[in-house]
């Protein structure tokens, strides 16, 4: 599940519920408005792909790289795309009914907003073929494919450099829930950190309450706690409340304290006090799951780690010198060879990291 609004809301989510009470409805079909196909090549194999997406893309990171997903399928089978951007759950509902008039090879849609409404179509429209990214449905289907994701063997690098680099040799997370899924984001830092430093100690802190995946105010109050208390790296899992965790950065800078995005480069929006981000690739986990159901390899549930490329770091990748993060500083050079070690264990299987929600 993604935490970046749960993406900005950058990859936790707001409820259906919470969608609709905050965002206005602006008709099934964004994507007709806004030019979002195109076609590669000058006439192709005829192959098409539609995306649809919970919420408009705009400016969230997440979901561009879902965009991004599947424009490099279109052009890796010389075929077409479409976006389809929704609103709110009526949106979601008429986008994917109109993708699915309109069979194309794949339908591809990104979050859990929509395991209810695949199954519905999945059973009433067997010979279309579904990709479900970063969700499942509970019932398997012959035409559903989902992918899924790995994210505490990210979290885990990412508590590495905690323990790498905390000065008071406490770290801690502003988690959204205190539910096993949403651990994978608090659970295995603290791991990370005591890989790598003994003695390193931990806490995590929930938003909770009435707004938990959009409440900044409540999880900067957290951030804060936790820094009183002395812990000087923190992994931000608090969906859109990410913000509030930075500005409590920010706040306590001189003291040390430092932060941890997720999803997409949360670095950009707050220089200088996030160190690294966990990295929720969905470009990858589209691109390769519309090539596994072309190549007849559909129906099943396929999930990206680190050995697979669907989870990394932003100071993993090419970039981290343009990238704002702290991580790319020169000094940080040897923290980066050792996380790279341990993420070759772990894609290699040498080194296993705990799943809380296994």
Not at 59 to 79: C, I, M, P, T, W
Request: with cysteine; aromatic share 6%; glycine share 10%.
């Amino acid at each position: 599940m993604s935490l970046l609004s749960l993406r900005t809301r950058t990859s936790l989510r707001l409820t259906a519920a919470a969608v609709g009470a905050a965002l206005l409805a602006t008709g099934c079909n964004a994507a007709a408005k806004d030019g979002g196909s195109g076609k590669n090549g000058d006439g192709g194999s005829g192959r098409s792909f539609t995306l649809v997406t919970p919420d408009p893309v705009a400016q969230n990171e997440f979901l561009k790289l879902a965009v991004s997903g599947v424009k490099a399928a279109a052009k890796a089978h010389d075929g077409a795309q479409k976006v389809f951007q929704s609103s709110d759950t009526d949106s979601r509902q008429q986008n994917v009914a109109s993708a699915v008039d309109s069979a194309p090879d794949v339908v591809v849609l990104v979050g859990f907003e929509f395991a209810d409404i695949v199954a519905q179509q999945a059973e009433a429209h067997p010979k279309q073929q579904f990709l479900l990214v970063d969700a499942c449905t509970k019932k398997t289907y012959e035409n559903v494919t989902c992918a899924v994701f790995r994210e505490h063997e990210a979290v885990f690098l990412a508590g590495a450099e905690a323990g790498l680099l905390t000065t008071s040799k406490k770290v801690g997370a502003v988690d959204v829930l205190d539910t096993p899924q949403f651990r994978r984001y608090s659970e295995p830092f603290a791991a990370g950190a005591r890989k790598v430093r003994a003695g390193v100690g931990s806490r995590t802190l929930f938003v909770g309450g009435q707004s938990p995946f959009n409440d900044a105010a409540r999880a900067k109050d957290q951030a804060a706690t936790l820094a009183s208390g002395g812990v000087d790296q923190v992994m931000a899992a608090a969906a859109a409340g990410n913000t509030g965790v930075f500005q409590a950065a920010k706040s306590a800078k001189g003291k040390g304290f430092r932060a941890y995005g997720v999803d997409a480069n949360q670095c950009l929006t707050s220089p200088g006090v996030v160190v690294d981000n966990v990295l929720k690739k969905t470009d990858v986990a589209v691109e390769k799951g519309i090539g596994r159901i072309l190549d007849g390899k559909g129906g099943t549930t396929v999930s990206y780690g680190l050995k697979e490329g669907g989870m990394s770091l932003t100071g993993l990748e090419p970039g981290l010198a343009d990238s704002k993060c702290l991580i790319a500083e020169p000094a940080n050079k040897d923290v980066l060879k050792r996380v790279e070690k341990l993420r070759d264990d772990i894609a290699a299987g040498k080194l296993t990291v705990d799943d809380p929600a296994a």
